[in-house]
């Protein structure tokens, strides 16, 4: 019986670091704090890696392999993209390896979105006014309520 129980443990153990894998001995890769600005302030920034903020502000990215770019947005502002550049200094036996980005603070300037153009109604032609059919003679009586003295009137 004491076989057994022993045989039991031993297998759980041994089931247990078969699970242990060799990414927890891994470092974290490392991150780039990168300070994002605006002018006008307040707009919605969002890098290309997927982190974002409301400018001013500072987010922290993994140290990409390439190059990113950051979106700007603001309403009534037209939208904005920067390319961001990633540096990578391999470091030597007194200093650390370093990632730095190119700009950094990451400043887009907008520009105000042009106002919409009026909607025009279509023009409608005006309709033309019907034509005398025969000239009235000059020594015709005015027309009965007219507001005007005949020119005319006393003259004969």
Not at 125 to 148: L, V
Request: aromatic residues 4%; charged residues 15%; proline residues 18%.
């Amino acid at each position: 019986m004491r076989r057994v129980i022993a045989i039991a443990l031993a297998g759980a153990s041994l089931g247990g670091c078969s699970s242990m894998s060799w990414d927890m001995f891994k470092s974290a890769p490392p991150t780039v704090q990168v300070q994002l600005e605006s002018n006008p302030p307040g707009a919605d920034a969002t890098t290309s890696l997927g982190q974002g903020c409301k400018t001013p502000c500072s987010v922290s990215v993994p140290a990409p392999d390439a190059p990113f770019t950051v979106a700007f947005a603001l309403p009534k502002y037209q939208p904005a993209s920067v390319p961001v550049n990633v540096i990578k200094n391999p470091g030597d036996f007194t200093t650390p390896a370093s990632v730095t980005t190119d700009p950094n603070p990451v400043l887009a300037e907008l520009q105000p979105a042009a106002p919409p153009k009026p909607v025009r109604k279509p023009h409608r032609p005006k309709k033309p006014k019907p034509a005398a059919t025969a000239a009235a003679p000059a020594d015709a009586a005015p027309a009965a309520g007219s507001p005007f003295p005949d020119p005319n009137a006393g003259k004969r």
